[in-house]
């Protein structure tokens, strides 16, 4: 397992965080214990494996998917992905999804990988856990959510990044800290993924990334619409389209918008790649675009547990239904959209709250889309983490 250095770190930490000064580990050189591979189960006794033994006679023409290797050793925002990254993943998990990732069924053998979760989760957990299952791999759920426990909390951080190291070859974490995050990431000597935190959800915006270019066959060029609150979400969906040249319209309340600091640095990949960013409290911008998304307006962090910060994006939820009452996304606002424009949403959604019935379930919805799309985009980051 090769050790993270200093040089290795995050140089330019994700903008919206703290910036902070890799530790030096002090401690002498440690020799790697063996591992004994986990066992893989036959694919034949789950009934999630049955889908891709019965397609292996067409999978297996497809094309192989050469080794991929990140510019990072972690993957904590999108932000910190080079422009190149992107590509290569976007490339690397379409591959995989056209061979229903028979392509890649055993470049994870032997590799245990633990899913570390505070918060509750559909989408996230399946599609990591049957992506590293169908490529071999050995997926480890620890449910921290369940017993209202946190990274930091029952023991440091330096203590639980190092023990895991020494258990597991990847760190998967669904956190409320975006600091804590970093700071396992900066303890521990495997590669760790954000599967969300407070200030930005990674996975979803490169699964939107390769929804939206599946839809348009390109991100460049392509007129993108967030409308509703400025969080997480729409934190890696901007810093996406920007990496690939997309035109991104943010419109929020007064208030609501995404940090200062995180649309300027989105501002300069899209000077470098030909995007733009427009950002205004006017929902009727609308008008034009190619894709419409939304998110829900209360956030899991915005109803927060005992122990936690209290919201910082302004309100409670009650306020923050009433600030949203006017952006909701139903027929009227999809109206004024391009004609052949999609919807999209990360999921869950509050139905009859952001958006209506009517949309979530209409022709123009790429919803379900971009659900499937979060587990090929994801086994494409962990390949090429692992460097498998």
């Not at 829900?296 to 309100?315: I, L, R």
Request: net charge positive; hydrophobic share 40%.
């Amino acid at each position: 397992m090769p050790k993270k250095t200093s040089s290795s770190r995050r140089s330019t930490d994700a903008p919206g965080t703290k910036a902070r000064t890799a530790k030096a580990r002090t401690d002498k050189p440690r020799t790697e214990q063996p591992r004994t591979p986990a066992a893989r189960p036959p694919a034949a006794r789950t009934p999630a494996a049955r889908p891709a033994a019965k397609a292996a006679g067409a999978s297996r023409a497809g094309a192989s998917v050469p080794a991929l290797t990140l510019s990072r050793p972690d993957f904590l925002a999108v932000a910190a992905l080079s422009i190149d990254d992107v590509h290569n993943i976007l490339r690397t998990a379409a591959a995989i999804k056209a061979a229903r990732g028979a392509n890649v069924a055993d470049r994870l053998s032997g590799r245990a990988v633990a899913m570390i979760f505070e918060k509750a989760s559909l989408r996230t957990r399946m599609s990591f856990e049957v992506g590293i299952a169908r490529m071999g791999g050995h997926p480890i759920f620890y449910d921290l959510g369940a017993s209202g426990d946190r990274i930091g909390l029952r023991e440091s951080v330096r203590d639980f990044a190092r023990n895991m190291e020494r258990f597991v070859d990847m760190i998967i974490a669904r956190v409320y800290s975006q600091a804590i995050l970093e700071e396992v990431a900066d303890e521990a000597r495997i590669p760790v993924i954000n599967a969300l935190s407070d200030d930005h959800h990674p996975c979803q915006g490169l699964a939107d990334a390769l929804t939206i270019t599946e839809k348009f066959g390109t991100i460049r060029g392509t007129r993108v619409c967030y409308i509703g609150d400025g969080n997480n979400v729409c934190v890696s969906l901007l810093e996406s389209c920007c990496k690939l040249g997309g035109h991104v319209t943010i419109i929020c309340p007064e208030g609501y918008t995404p940090p200062a600091e995180l649309i300027a640095r989105a501002q300069a990949d899209a000077d470098l790649t030909g995007g733009s960013i427009t950002v205004t409290a006017d929902a009727r911008a609308v008008r034009g675009q190619q894709v419409v998304y939304t998110d829900c307006w209360v956030s899991m962090h915005h109803a927060a547990p005992a122990g936690h910060a209290p919201d910082a994006g302004g309100g409670d939820p009650a306020s923050r239904v009433a600030a949203f009452a006017a952006y909701q996304v139903n027929d009227e606002l999809m109206d004024l959209a391009d004609t052949r424009a999609i919807f999209m949403h990360c999921l869950p959604a509050h139905r009859g709250e952001e958006v209506t019935d009517s949309v979530i379930d209409g022709r123009q919805s790429a919803v379900y889309d971009q659900a499937e799309n979060r587990r090929w985009a994801q086994m494409a980051v962990m390949l090429g983490l692992l460097k498998a």
